[in-house]
């Protein structure tokens, strides 16, 4: 069964398209294909897991608090129509009208934040939504300038109201964001349209490999499972959310550093 390759974002500048999507292959990565007719091989039980980190930086608090978006100020203090999607007294998320003709039916795999300063609306930078703003050194850019920098990105209170990704339980130990248990729950429900290939920790559902083999057998063992191949599927989820319950882990249902050291002692 053959996965789909992340598409790279589509640039709004014909001037960055190159350069971002670069940029956007090496943060997001290329995709892989699997096949259900793999034969999965014993890992090494002297393999030690590896974490993916990436450095990254919160701005302090501020203390600002969600409020309703004034679409029409914004627009007319931009200069330009913008639809914000959520904002707070100094800082919004949306897009222009220019910048949805270029988008993919699904929504902009990339949005603008705004901040307001000196008495006016400005964009500070354009950001991948799939990432954490934590990111922003890797993606978030300033069109005709560069990458952003940590000063363009709003404190981390605010990025936990105007950026989903920032309160997705993968990202939460580095957001410092609450995420929504519940909606977890839910994600255990759908199946996997492919599997991708990981061979570093964090590992979640539709990954694949010899790491989440040796993960498996572990909870094989312990009785959280039944099987094991080299999928992490919905029940390999639930089976991680579990083993966390048991052993007060923060429940996300993703096999993290910390969830691999108690699995591995």
């Known amino acids: 069964m053959a996965t789909r390759t992340p598409r790279v974002f589509t640039h709004r500048m014909t001037s960055w398209r190159t350069s971002l999507a670069l ?4 943060v997001l990565g290329a995709g892989c294909v699997t096949t259900t007719s793999s034969t999965p091989t014993t890992p090494d039980s002297s393999s030690t897991a590896t974490t993916t980190t ?3 930086q919160l701005v302090p608090a501020s203390g600002e608090k969600e409020v309703p978006c004034d679409a029409k100020a914004i627009s007319a203090s931009y200069g330009e129509k913008v639809k914000v999607e959520k904002c707070t007294e100094t800082w919004a998320v949306g897009d222009t009208d220019r910048d949805s003709w270029n988008c993919e039916d699904e929504g902009c795999r990339q949005t603008r934040l705004y901040r307001f300063a000196n008495n006016k609306w400005s964009d500070t930078a354009i950001c991948l939504r799939e990432l954490p703003l934590t990111r922003y050194a890797s993606s978030c850019f300033v069109p005709n300038v560069g990458l952003a920098t940590i000063d363009l990105i709003p404190p981390q209170d605010v990025a936990c109201i105007l950026w989903p990704a920032n309160s997705q339980p993968k990202y939460v130990k580095e957001t410092q964001c609450v995420f929504d248990e519940s909606e977890v729950l839910k994600s255990f429900e759908t199946k996997c349209e492919g599997f991708f ?3 570093t920790l964090p590992l979640e559902k539709c990954h694949q490999g010899a790491l989440v083999q040796q993960a498996l057998v572990k909870l094989q ?3 959280y499972v039944r099987n094991v191949d080299i999928y992490f599927g919905p029940e ?5 959310f579990e083993f966390q ?5 923060l429940r996300t249902g993703i096999l993290d550093d910390e ?6 002692p």
């Open 23 to 26: 940029l956007a292959f090496v």
């Open 54 to 56: 990436t450095p990254m």
């Open 197 to 199: 290939e990981k061979t």
């Open 221 to 223: 063992e312990l009785k």
């Open 236 to 240: 390999m989820a639930r089976a991680v």
């Open 245 to 249: 319950t048991d052993n007060n882990l």
């Open 259 to 264: 969830t691999w050291k108690v699995l591995n």
